[in-house]
Nanobody, 123 residues
Framework: VQLVESGGGLVQPGGSLRLSCAAS????????IAWFRRAPGKEREGVSC????????HYANSVWGRVTISSDTDSNTVYLQMNDLKPEDTATYYC?????????????????WGQGTQVTVSS
């Protein structure tokens, strides 16, 4: 049972990245999958979440309008498309999974986490 994130990197302000979170050993059925991030010196915060039951996305105010979360149940992958990136988006991004759960910004409700992928926004 593993989550593997990918897609991070160095991008200039205003640029875009698409992060991927792939499940290995399980499926995303009846689940909530969330993206959190931790910036240097800050606590981890929720960025976006999607429930595979209804496909309804949730976004933090800090990324509203710049980020789109989507899920592909065939490949058991959740994507986070990030546009118009800002230096304050620099962080390690983690995906988290919890079965039979609704979306939440409370990280303690998620028991399966990926290893994280670094996003750096800098000119």
């Amino acid at each position: 049972v593993q989550l593997v994130e990918s897609g991070g990197g160095l991008v200039q302000p205003g640029g875009s990245l698409r992060l991927s979170c792939a499940a290995s050993g399980f499926t995303f059925d009846n689940s909530a999958i969330a993206w959190f991030r931790r910036a240097p010196g800050k606590e981890r915060e929720g960025v976006s979440c999607i429930s595979t039951d209804d496909g309804r996305p949730h976004y933090a105010n800090s990324v509203w309008g710049r980020v789109t979360i989507s899920s592909d149940t065939d490949s058991n992958t959740v994507y986070l498309q990030m546009n118009d990136l800002k230096p304050e988006d620099t962080a390690t991004y983690y995906c988290a999974f919890e079965r039979y759960s609704h979306c939440s910004w409370h990280e303690h409700l998620f028991h399966t986490w990926g290893q994280g992928t670094q996003v750096t926004v800098s000119s």
